[in-house]
């Protein structure tokens, strides 16, 4: 009898143990979560590449054009829509150099005044907020001007800014409006 006792703790006790303790873990990696498996999130990655849908997180999605809500139709942005549109419509004499409509930056490249080529302007718009407020819209604009054939920063008149700015605010408005009536 002694001897089974000690059979029994010295061998099948430490196994028991073992594989008591394996079947939770052997467990886990057959029932990973789809979205913590890399060749899984590879997968979803190519195939919303190939559909053509939007990458990336964003807070609150309004429709660039309009229309039903419907997931496949139409592109969507992270900001208000009225403020993209006005904004890139207020600016659309100047070149775009970069629009970002999830980060709501909209920057052009440098524009350069046919009746002054001495002076060159360049825009930054940051649509700040999803909803249609006069302090979602901040712009920042820089000046330079040719002195011995070199562009040198200058200051910029701060209402110039200002008035843009209630420009851009203007035009939604009126988009709003028109949406409206």
């Given amino acids: 009898m002694i001897y089974v006792k000690n059979y029994f703790l010295n061998i099948i006790a430490p196994i028991l143990v073992m594989v008591l303790l394996s079947l939770p873990l052997s467990s886990c990696s057959s029932t990973m ?3 913590m498996d890399a060749e899984a999130s590879k997968k979803r990655l190519e195939e919303n590449k190939n559909k053509g849908k939007v990458q990336g997180k964003v807070q609150d999605t309004f429709k660039l054009f309009g229309g039903e809500s419907n997931d496949d139709a139409g592109a969507k942005i992270g900001v208000n829509a009225l403020l993209w549109r ?26 350069i005044d046919p009746s002054n080529q001495n002076e060159r302007f360049k825009i930054t718009v940051y649509i700040l907020d999803t909803r249609l407020r006069a302090d979602a819209v901040k712009v920042s604009i820089f ?37 409206v009536n």
């Fill in 33 to 35: 979560p789809n979205w």
């Fill in 86 to 111: 006005a904004t890139l419509d207020t600016i659309s004499f100047m070149p775009l150099d970069n629009a970002d409509p999830f980060g709501g930056i909209i920057t052009t490249e440098w524009y």
């Fill in 143 to 179: 000046r330079q001007i040719k002195e011995n054939g070199e562009w040198v920063n200058t200051s910029v008149n701060k209402d110039t800014a200002q008035k843009l700015e209630n420009q851009i605010l203007t035009s939604a408005r009126i988009m709003r409006q028109s949406r």
